[in-house]
């Protein structure tokens, strides 16, 4: 089995945070993933793309498409058990055996690093032999092929990385049905007080709210004060 250690990590920054540093690394990054050769030469001409693009785009635009495309959407987000828990209560414990994952094979996280990242989960995949990794992103297949149909949905050029990491998994990058979300904003909102209900609590929101006038005199006469 061909190696595939620089690639993957190539694979790790191309999604990570396109700032300064990372954007100087992207012609490396494609010069390595062509001379290891462990992606076809036609899924390696896309990447080398999307390097460019990272570095010839606004610097401004590229951070900000960045965050629009995976920070603000769930269903392209890099977060791999937020397409498996969610929010509930097994993601937590997820997580702790995943980094114990690591940590028995010597690596230790960052203080800002997140063991279901991504990125990460990439970074540890190409420190293990090759069979290992192959079978340790096979595991993730299916949350993969989600966020790779995401983006394609989308038609962002991520998708050749997402396409990339499905195949140095052993599978072939086929497109599954992706449903509509709401922006993530959204889907967090409150909901606003009282939303134009009635103090009577009669009417539901949107409907039209019944306005009372009562002359002053009969409501000082109800309320027993002096005209």
Do not use: N
């Not at 990590?9 to 990054?29: E, F, K, N, W």
């Not at 606004?58 to 828990?85: K, M, N, Y």
């Not at 709210?209 to 027993?224: C, E, F, L, N, W």
Request: proline letters at 6%; glycine letters at 6%; a negative charge.
């Amino acid at each position: 089995m061909k190696t595939q250690r620089h690639t993957l990590r190539a694979l790790a920054l191309l999604l990570g945070y396109p700032d300064a540093q990372a954007r100087a690394l992207m012609p490396q990054l494609a010069d390595a993933m062509d001379a290891e050769a462990a992606l076809s030469p036609a899924r390696r001409k896309e990447l080398r793309a999307l390097a460019r693009a990272l570095v010839s785009v606004d610097p401004i635009e590229a951070e900000t498409q960045f965050v629009e495309l995976f920070d603000r959407g769930r269903s392209t987000s890099l977060h791999l058990f937020e397409h498996v828990h969610g929010d509930s209560r097994e993601r937590g414990p997820a997580m702790i055996d995943l980094a114990q994952t690591y940590e028995k094979c010597g690596l230790l996280l960052g203080p800002h690093e997140v063991p279901d990242h991504l990125c990460v989960v990439l970074e540890f995949a190409s420190t293990q032999p090759p069979a290992v990794a192959r079978a340790f992103l096979g595991e993730m297949a299916h949350i993969l092929a989600s966020i790779f149909s995401a983006l394609r949905k989308r038609e962002s050029a991520y998708a050749s990385v997402l396409a990339a990491v499905i195949e140095l998994a052993g599978h072939k990058a086929e497109a599954v049905a992706v449903a509509d979300e709401q922006p993530i904003d959204e889907s967090w909102a409150e909901p606003v007080v009282f939303d134009g209900c009635s103090t009577k609590g009669q009417a539901r929101p949107g409907d039209a709210q019944p306005i009372h006038i009562v002359r002053k005199a009969a409501a000082a006469a109800a309320s027993g004060a002096p005209v």
